[in-house]
């Protein structure tokens, strides 16, 4: 008897005895209670999982039907990964239903059995939690920007000297990771300060198509406590830099004014630090500083690293075309939000995302709560994967848990 | 006008270096762009000695910045004939040297704005080729078929190859064309220059159908048949002599170290440009010019009522270059 319990408590905690399991068939109606959820796919997202099928089957017979698609191709693909966990799913869960009913029955003659019917549920139990967990990541919507390259743009927070000297050791960390990587990059812009090693802003460009995806939880607040260099007492001091982390649209390489085309005529006012008088062949200036204003949003863009001035008003359309495409973004995601339940949490943009303790030796990442004790791999870039894997899951998680609530 | 002494004292405390730049281009924000390109430089040439073998020391590093800041600032040289080098276009990289006009960022301006536009709406490059295209082309006009298959640009007074060489990097044939640039400048110095140029940026338009052909000739005393030619540019000489000794209108930087025979003209030029291009029937024509007024007066001279032109401003507001098109 006490066995009977021990298998029918975690799937309905209410019921105690062996009367009221007779006479109710569990099995079929069981809420999903909070064990439970990591097997059974809540009502609705089955629902939504099984209207992803129906699309699959039309695009497939679209396909067929009208030729070949590779975007549509691409999608089918895709959602074959779905149909067919799903269709595992949909097999496992009477055989579960089956053998519950086999192991709670008061029949005699599966008494015998009912050894060895637990034993098959914990068995398929493991199987539907690995398929429910890869129908739910399925049903993740995947970030529209997901596939681009990106840019990182580094600033320095409250802190001072120590901030902007912290926000170029960022930089650099991000550089020896890209570099450990093997992702080509570039230094669109530095802005340093002169006497310190520090920078007031810098913007890395990462060419390497899906890089979005993997840094884009990097934005925020980066917060470092250590002994500054230019500390001469030798207290610990707190700073910070910030990091954003932006879609790139444009490659840079191929079509240098594909960018600049993006706007319309008078959406953008652009404002060279000219030199005054003649021009042309009456002066020879070396001044290529570019200004971008975006009219309607009042986002600036300078830029003035390159002696080209073409390539200097490239670079800054390409930036300004990121941030904007970021803040449109972001402004759907926050408008989403207000239409959906509270409860969804926030995967971006959380403020103060990391701590790098240097007299800890120590990285603790304050959304997963992740802690590395190895913060000079990280500040070298070499263990900085555990970490981006580890914010990785989170967010995955984040992800799926606001589906729930959301479904 | 006189440097106000507080802000040498400032860029003296940042850096010494920074204090000897800003005679030559007074600002410190500019100042410290152009130590960094000069810092950048001098790192990058004695890495590369160090790499051959020689011994470079930090001590080497600093004389040299030192120098070209000196030179720079003090001496008024340009800083392209320092570096060796101007940056042009999409992926130029333009050698300078004495004796040859330095690329302006105007030119560079007006002539993307050109070639970009010829490149989007011009039939020659939307118009895709069709197969069966192919099959009509018999031996017999086999030289002219090709003659239309080729969208010729002739760049005059072309100076360092800076203007031909963005056409040939702009102006990307589409399969089964081809672009044919030449460019014609009177002194040898600067074809050569031209030359260097093209082998050294070569990279930019090769694996494309892409020509770029460099010719010593005097366009005022040489006739030239332009009768091949889609279109003719032109960067002339425009600054009349009043202007070239009035520190006025002209830096000194620009007097004292680049050539008379490339800034000090006019008129005629205009009158020869747009005489070889009547006669070759050249169907347009983009020049570029001093301002406004210099831009009435061509249009006044040279275009008549087969002609319509129209003028381009650069990004600081001032008339730079004549866009002129033959009225069918």
């Known amino acids: ?407 | 006008m006189r440097l106000p002494p507080a802000r040498v004292v400032r860029a003296w405390r940042e850096s010494p270096n920074l204090a000897q730049l800003l005679p030559e281009v007074r600002s410190i924000a500019n100042a410290h762009s152009e130590l960094r390109w000069i810092s950048e430089y001098v790192r990058e040439k004695l890495t590369d000695r160090a790499a051959k073998g020689m011994k470079v020391s930090d001590n080497d590093v600093q004389r040299m910045i030192n120098r070209l800041c000196y030179l720079r600032g003090q001496k008024g040289f340009p800083l392209q004939y320092l570096l060796g080098s101007q940056p042009f276009g999409d992926s130029l990289d333009i050698q300078c040297r004495r004796g040859v006009l330095i690329p302006r960022w105007e030119t560079e301006e007006w002539g993307i704005k050109v070639a970009q536009g010829i490149r989007r709406s011009h039939p020659f490059f939307t118009e895709v080729q069709r197969d069966s295209d192919y099959t009509q082309v018999s031996v017999d006009n086999a030289i002219s078929e090709h003659e239309i298959q080729t969208f010729g640009v002739l760049d005059l007074c072309t100076g360092t190859g800076c203007l031909a060489l963005l056409f040939a990097e702009q102006l990307r044939p589409p399969k089964a064309k081809f672009v044919y640039v030449e460019g014609v400048d009177k002194s040898p110095t600067a074809i050569e220059l031209a030359r260097l140029n093209r082998g050294n940026n070569a990279r930019a338009f090769e694996g494309y159908g892409t020509a770029v052909v460099f010719t010593t000739a005097d366009i005022l005393s040489f006739d030239i048949t332009t009768d091949q030619f889609d279109i003719i540019i032109a960067n002339p000489p425009y600054i009349s002599e009043e202007r070239y000794h009035s520190s006025q209108h002209i830096t000194r930087s620009v007097r004292n170290f680049e050539p008379r025979l490339a800034l000090l003209g006019g008129p005629e030029f205009y009158r020869r440009i747009f005489q070889l291009a009547r006669e070759g029937e050249v169907p347009a024509v983009v020049c570029e010019i001093a301002d406004e007024e210099q831009l009435r007066e061509i249009v006044e001279e040279c275009v008549d009522d087969e002609w319509v032109a129209g003028g381009i401003r650069d990004s600081a507001g001032v008339a730079r270059a004549i866009i002129a098109w033959h009225n069918p």
């Open chain 1, 1 to 407: 008897m006490s066995m009977f319990r021990a298998v029918v408590r975690p799937l309905a905690p209410s019921i105690r005895t062996p009367f009221l399991v007779s006479t109710f068939p569990l099995s079929r109606n069981f809420r999903v209670g909070l064990e439970e959820a990591d097997y059974r796919l809540h009502p609705q997202l089955l629902a939504k999982a099984q209207s992803l099928r129906t699309e699959r089957d039309k695009l497939l017979k679209s396909l067929t039907d009208h030729g070949y698609d590779p975007a549509k191709a691409l999608e089918q693909t895709r959602l074959d990964a779905l149909a067919s966990s799903l269709a595992r799913y949909e097999q496992f869960v009477p055989t579960l239903d089956d053998l519950h009913k086999l192991a709670v029955s008061q029949d005699p003659e599966s008494l015998e059995l009912r050894d060895a019917a637990l034993e098959e549920m914990e068995d398929v139990k493991q199987q539907l939690r690995y398929i429910t967990g890869k129908i739910k990541k399925a049903l993740v919507p995947t970030h529209p920007f997901a596939s681009y390259p990106c840019l990182l743009e580094f600033r320095p927070g409250v802190g001072g000297a120590e901030a902007a000297i912290f926000a170029r050791d960022l930089m650099d960390m991000y550089i020896s990771y890209l570099t450990l990587k093997k992702w080509r990059y570039s230094i669109l812009h530095v802005n340093e300060i002169s006497g310190a090693d520090g920078i007031t802003e810098g913007i890395l460009s990462v060419e390497e198509p899906g890089a979005y995806e993997r840094l884009r939880f990097e934005g925020g607040i980066h917060r470092v406590q250590r002994v500054p260099t230019t500390e001469s007492k030798g207290r610990v001091h707190t700073s910070a830099a910030a990091v954003v982390v932006l879609p790139q649209l444009d490659s840079g390489g191929e079509d240098s004014t594909a960018a600049e085309r993006s706007f319309a005529p008078g959406e953008v006012r652009i404002d060279i630090m000219r030199a005054r008088g003649a021009g042309g062949q009456h002066v020879n200036t070396t001044e290529s500083a570019v200004r971008l204003t975006h009219i309607p949003t009042g986002i600036t863009v300078s830029m003035q690293d390159n002696r080209s001035q073409h390539k200097n008003k490239a670079k800054a359309f390409m930036i300004l075309r990121a941030r904007l495409a970021e803040k449109e973004y972001a402004e759907q995601v926050a408008h989403e939000r207000q239409s959906r339940s509270a409860q969804v949490t926030s995967t971006d943009r959380s403020d103060k995302l990391r701590t790098y303790n240097f007299p800890q030796n120590r990285v603790t990442d304050h959304r997963c709560g992740f802690t590395m004790y190895d913060l000079n791999g990280c500040m070298d870039g070499s263990s900085l994967d555990t970490l981006l894997d580890s914010v990785a899951d989170w967010a995955q998680e984040e992800e799926m848990k606001n589906l729930e609530i959301t479904e």
